[in-house]
């Protein structure tokens, strides 16, 4: 027996959800409220953490992490990155802190982290 297969204008709701990233049940809910109401049935959610969720870097880890910027990185590396920045404090002190948030900490600042 042959799997029915949906279509939204032209698509299947397997490759809409694989083009967006989104699950296929969100792409079908999604399709029917638009059908329903247009665009403002669609709800829409926001992704991610809210603003103030993630964990903040205390003075003595901020002034951690600039004492090490001023030094060269050991090894061959021509400069720190922010990997070995947020493995290098969690070395010295214990602390997890996300290559993210470095590089988070440095925009905050100005720098740049592409390379």
Do not use: N, Y
């Not at 027996?1 to 490759?15: F, H, I, P, S, Y």
């Not at 329903?36 to 870097?57: E, F, N, S």
């Not at 070995?84 to 010295?92: D, F, G, H, L, R």
């Amino acid at each position: 027996m042959q799997a029915v297969r949906r279509r939204l204008d032209g698509c299947t709701v397997a490759d809409t959800a694989r083009e967006t990233g989104l699950s296929a049940p969100t792409v079908s809910a999604a399709w029917k409220a638009f059908r329903d109401g247009g665009w403002a049935a669609v709800p829409i959610q926001r992704r991610g953490r809210h603003k103030g969720q993630a964990t903040q870097l205390d003075a003595a880890t901020r002034q951690q992490l600039w004492a090490l910027l001023h030094q060269a990185p050991s090894g061959d590396q021509p400069g720190w990155s922010s990997a070995a920045v947020a493995t290098e404090i969690q070395s010295k002190t214990g602390k997890t802190i996300s290559q993210r948030g470095i590089e988070h900490v440095w925009q905050q600042s100005g720098l740049k982290i592409a390379p």
